[in-house]
T-cell receptor, first 116, second 113 residues
Framework: DAGVIQSPRHEVTEMGQEVTLRCKPI?????LFWYRQTMMRGLELLIY????????DSGMPEDRFSAKMPNASFSTLKIQPSEPRDSAVYFC??????????????FGSGTRLTVV | RKEVEQDPGPFNVPEGATVAFNCTYS??????FFWYRQDCRKEPKLLMS???SGNEDGRFTAQLNRASQYISLLIRDSKLSDSATYLC??????????????FGKGTHLIIQP
């Protein structure tokens, strides 16, 4: 039951480089979320989309981060330029598509980003 | 600031024992509640929803106390495979909107043989 596919699974990059993380929802959805998880801060919501439209990006750390959702089957999270403090696991999650409102999310396997 | 608080643990529990942990939330208007399980280096997965009347799923029992603003998870006859991090999740949106989930940082559980 692969509801969300994320790529790459692991990414190691040098400080200053551009990083693009990808999310491909397989199952139906109304909402798509990008989260970041670290040991210190737990899961943090970065941005979410409703029917492909960005609704709230207040969690995006700074202008270096941007996200797009050109269609219902694809979303990207871009960091440019990357910094070591961006190292974390980035999750994409979906909700909706027939599930009752308020129900839980389905997460992708995540992208483990290391910026050196 | 609206928060979901959990004891990070770790809880070290012998196999077969019963273990329980709580989670407190600050927003009294919260509408729905969940427990997620996250294995090491994996994504969070929904374990169970928490209903006002309490609910049970096999060895797992979830309870909600709205007056004191906490939810609990009880695991009976614990198995080695129960070792994981358990995330408390609260939906703070009125009407239970999909965009209102707040995640706790998780409680780490280790079941020992």
């Amino acid at each position: 039951d692969a509801g969300v596919i994320q790529s790459p699974r692991h990414e190691v990059t040098e400080m200053g480089q551009e990083v693009t993380l990808r999310c491909k929802p397989i199952s139906g959805h109304d909402y798509l979320f990008w989260y970041r998880q670290t040991m210190m801060r737990g899961l943090e919501l970065l941005i979410y989309f409703n029917n492909n439209v960005p609704i709230d990006d207040s969690g995006m750390p700074e202008d270096r981060f941007s996200a797009k959702m050109p269609n219902a089957s694809f979303s990207t999270l871009k960091i440019q330029p990357s910094e070591p403090r961006d190292s974390a696991v980035y999750f994409c999650a979906i909700q909706g598509g027939g599930q009752r409102r308020g129900y839980g999310y389905t997460f992708g396997s995540g992208t483990r980003l290391t910026v050196v | 600031r609206k928060e979901v608080e959990q004891d990070p643990g770790p809880f070290n529990v012998p196999e077969g024992a019963t273990v329980a942990f709580n989670c407190t939330y600050s927003n009294s208007a919260s509408q729905s509640f969940f427990w997620y399980r996250q294995d090491c280096r994996k994504e969070p997965k929904l374990l169970m929803s928490v209903y006002s009347s309490g609910n049970e799923d096999g060895r797992f029992t979830a309870q909600l106390n709205r007056a004191s603003q906490y939810i609990s998870l009880l695991i009976r006859d614990s198995k080695l495979s129960d070792s994981a991090t358990y995330l408390c999740v609260v939906n703070e949106r009125a009407g239970g909107g999909a965009d209102g989930l707040t995640f706790g940082k998780g409680t780490h559980l280790i079941i020992q043989p």
